[in-house]
């Protein structure tokens, strides 16, 4: 497990909750089985973590407020703990968080490989356009010269933008860096997370998530309003935050959950029959756990799409532009070859 004040990673927390789901339905006093846990620890530093959550424990703390005075667990985790522990459905959630986390990490693992591949693609892509301007078109010119010709055409522009490439190699290279650490910089500022948070994959993520809170809330006997405010403070999407903040407006008004739901739009129209019959026969709970599950397929589709279109998008590309190059310097040459012979 992470360090002291390190919040842990999402297979982590999922493995916790899992273990601590397996004492409880062994019917072993949760304090012991994280002694046990603690005992059977595998490295020093989970060994200290877990003595810090026992010590308090063993006193008489609840597991939310030892959980919570570690520094290392997420403020969303150490309050669905809590209401299951005041609800008395503490098995319940955790077995629910287990499967949250394993699920988060999951999709956090599916969108860098999503990400890392095409940009790994690209920047090979780019090299090998860069080697074949600035390194190969100049032997083709010197072929030109030696036969007692000149470029004309694409041949000759392209060969103007070698001349420039190597002259001003150092500045390119420079820029690029430049041009990569500020989108980099951007991309961790507020500005630019809001701007990812507002894609269709970041929305189907963040819908996903508010279905599973909505989901445990539910489940665990709290009100609307008390779900909503979980969900919001979970979700972290500033059009999804707008548009449960409509919902709650609508509640307010005097609208039905359900109804407040739909009017929103915090659901697709595809989920409106789903929360209808939800409302009627008193399985709201049920029904976010399946809506949860179809927004989770809905980005796993994403992802796959998306990679099984970027990378024969970029070689097609690729092959493209070298044999744009290649033809416009062999078909000159062959013709040359073939009047001196």
């Not at 909750?17 to 603690?38: D, F, H, N």
């Not at 003595?51 to 997420?74: R, V």
């Not at 920047?123 to 030109?144: C, D, G, N, R, W």
């Not at 963040?206 to 006997?221: H, I, K, Q």
Request: hydrophobic residues 45%.
């Amino acid at each position: 497990m992470s360090k002291k004040n390190k919040v842990l990673s999402n297979a982590e927390l999922s493995a916790f909750c899992q273990q601590i789901t397996l004492i409880i339905k062994a019917g072993l006093p949760t304090y012991y089985g994280v002694s046990i846990l603690c005992d059977d620890a595998p490295d020093e530093q989970t060994h200290r973590l877990l003595s810090q959550i026992y010590k308090p424990m063993e006193l008489g703390s609840t597991l939310h407020s030892a959980l919570s005075d570690t520094g290392c667990f997420p403020k969303y985790m150490i309050n669905m703990i809590k209401l299951g522990e005041e609800t008395g459905r503490l098995e319940e959630v955790l077995s629910s968080l287990s499967t949250y986390y394993q699920r988060e990490d999951e999709i956090k693992s599916g969108i860098k490989s999503a990400v890392m591949y095409p940009l790994v693609l690209s920047v090979v892509m780019i090299a090998v356009i860069f080697i074949m301007i600035a390194k190969v078109l100049p032997v083709f010119s010197q072929i030109y010269t030696t036969l007692g010709s000149e470029l004309t055409g694409t041949a000759a522009v392209l060969m103007k933008l070698s001349e420039y490439i190597n002259h001003y190699m150092l500045i390119i290279i420079t820029a690029v860096f430049l041009a990569s650490l500020i989108l980099f910089i951007f991309f961790n500022t507020n500005a630019g997370k809001n701007l990812l948070k507002r894609s269709r994959l970041s929305m189907s993520i963040s819908t996903s998530r508010f279905a599973n809170c909505m989901f445990l809330a539910l489940s665990s006997g709290l009100d609307t309003d008390r779900g909503l405010d979980l969900a919001q403070a979970l979700v972290s999407n500033p059009t999804l935050d707008t548009r449960i903040e409509e919902c709650r407006k609508n509640i307010s008004d005097g609208m039905t959950f359900s109804e407040s739901l739909l009017h929103s739009g915090i659901f697709s129209k595809l989920y409106s029959s789903w929360i209808a019959i939800g409302s009627k026969t008193g399985a709201m709970d049920d029904v976010m756990m399946h809506i949860c599950s179809a927004y989770e397929d809905d980005t796993d589709s994403r992802l796959s799409h998306f990679i099984s279109v970027i990378e024969p998008a970029m070689v097609i590309v690729l092959c493209v532009f070298i044999g744009f190059i290649l033809i416009s310097f062999l078909l000159p040459l062959l013709g040359i070859i073939s009047s001196i012979g």
